[in-house]
């Protein structure tokens, strides 16, 4: 396993393990569990993980039971212009015509497969933005 997703790993079981509220407090944490991390290697998990903060506290979108029974799993980013909607298998394109239908304006456009929708956004601002909204959709 590479050591970036063996982080993400990690900062996803601390943030559901307990409260985390800033990103200096997350680096501190995993600095504790072995990683060394900058706060820009942090922020750029955090984004690439779709973390969102919720009532002060860093949190995992998860898709709750009406977004999966929808088919909608989980969003990651992929560099700074995707972002990966994994899906149920066969509700791919399912969740691609409800996105495209949306008409979201970071949202340049949608290439769904049978679990994987890849989401064409123009920029890492429009891909935070286009992950909120999506995970909007199917709450």
């Not at 407090?25 to 919720?54: C, P």
């Not at 992929?78 to 149920?88: D, F, P, Q, R």
């Not at 890849?118 to 601002?125: C, G, H, P, Q």
Request: proline share 2%.
């Amino acid at each position: 396993m590479l050591e970036r997703e063996r982080r993400h790993q990690k900062i996803v079981s601390l943030i559901a393990a307990k409260p985390v509220a800033t990103q200096g407090e997350l680096s501190r944490l995993l600095e504790r569990a072995g990683f060394a991390v900058t706060q820009s290697s942090v922020s750029r998990d955090i984004a690439e993980l779709g973390i969102v903060k919720r009532r002060g506290r860093y949190v995992v979108p998860q898709a709750g039971n009406g977004a999966k029974s929808r088919g909608l799993v989980s969003l990651v980013t992929a560099g700074s212009s995707l972002v990966v909607a994994k899906c149920e298998p066969g509700h791919a394109s399912a969740v691609a015509v409800e996105i495209d239908g949306a008409s979201l304006a970071e949202v340049v456009g949608t290439l769904a497969g049978e679990d994987t929708v890849f989401v064409a956004v123009e920029d890492a601002k429009a891909q935070r933005a286009a992950m909120k909204k999506i995970w909007g959709l199917f709450s």
